[in-house]
């Protein structure tokens, strides 16, 4: 009689761990597409810091100085004024982020999907269980990636605090990190976590949320299989839906992260995201709540496409089951 431990130690790794190679996976995953749409990325904080109406508080004159860009013409001007390897200045946190992030939120998702709400017996998930499920993916997977989110933040404005004449804050990641740690302790490193797990809780409703539910539809109402190209169609339309949801959050979540602090660690522009969104809309207009928008767009796009594509075939790879 064969012994069921001995069996289980027969079994592949993804099924005698399906939830840490899930984390492992997905990590991968978004480790390429983060590689692969960085520079959109860099783009869009940029833009977002431009023209920020709160800095006339503290009397910088940047906002005056530096005329106003938009995608392309900030692009270029970072390719000419610092360099072209400078569009993946703070890759090295961002990957960090992606690979808890990520993690975090796919095997959250699955865990919600599969035991918590069950899906029926035709395999229909139903929308509003998708909705809750991927919010709380979000939430779970931004609050414990937010000290490595913060450290790209600031880190993706050092080339232009160098350009303003201002001295550069870290030497490096490893040196933001224990900088942050030193000036704000534990708490400084999940400075703008609020506006954050706002941002990814409406990002993965986006996401993860339309990604399920018109890959399902698809091949459930379509001649498609579970295949490439359904995959392809639904990554496009939850990059469309992210960034639609997510890009208000996502410039509050900027300003706020970059924002100059005492030594407390307490914001000297804003004391709440709720504050930032009141300071933005007042002094710069509603739109600037989408500042950053196309490059956003154009980065969640590719980024989504890449990442859904990889991760599905990385799974079957592996021997996981399909998303």
């Known amino acids: 009689m064969s012994n069921p431990e001995d069996e289980e130690r027969l079994l592949p790794i993804a099924q005698r761990w399906p939830r840490a190679s899930k984390f492992v996976l997905s990590g991968c995953a978004a480790t390429v597409a983060e590689l692969a749409t960085f520079p959109l990325d860099l783009t869009k904080t940029r833009l977002q810091m431009q023209g920020e109406a709160a800095l006339a508080r503290l009397g910088d004159n940047a906002r005056e100085s530096a005329p106003y860009r938009g995608m392309v013409r900030t692009a270029l001007g970072i390719i000419q004024e610092e360099g072209f390897l400078k569009l993946w200045q703070g890759v090295t946190p961002a990957i960090y982020r992606h690979v808890v992030y990520s993690g975090g939120r796919m095997v959250t998702y699955e865990h919600l999907r599969e035991v918590v709400f069950g899906k029926s017996e035709d395999k229909h998930y139903p929308l509003w269980k998708s909705v809750i499920g991927g919010m709380m993916a979000g ?70 949320t339309t990604y399920d539910t018109v890959k399902h539809y698809l091949i459930l109402n379509t001649p498609l299989e579970d295949n490439i190209i359904t995959h392809g169609l639904s990554s496009l339309c939850s990059g469309l839906v992210a960034s639609v949801l997510g890009t208000p959050a996502d410039v509050i979540k900027s300003r706020i992260m970059n924002q100059p602090r005492d030594k407390q660690g307490r914001g ?56």
């Not at 450290?151 to 490893?174: A, C, I, N, S, T």
């Not at 942050?180 to 993860?208: K, T, Y």
């Open 139 to 208: 939430v779970i997977g931004q609050f414990l990636a937010n000290p490595a989110d913060l450290v790209k933040v600031q880190m993706q404005m050092e080339g232009k605090r160098k350009l303003e004449g201002k001295p550069l804050r870290f030497r490096g990641v490893h040196h933001a990190f224990t900088k942050i740690l030193a000036e704000g302790g534990i708490r400084g490193l999940w400075a703008g976590w609020v506006p954050n797990v706002q941002r990814a809780a409406l990002v993965n409703m986006g996401d993860l």
């Open 268 to 323: 000297l522009l804003y004391k709440s995201s709720s504050d930032c969104l009141i300071q933005a809309v007042q002094g710069e207009g509603f739109m600037s709540l989408y500042k950053g928008f196309l490059p956003a767009w154009l980065r969640m796009t590719p980024w989504s496409l890449v990442f859904w594509l990889t991760y599905e075939k990385i799974r079957e790879m592996s021997g996981v089951s399909p998303f």
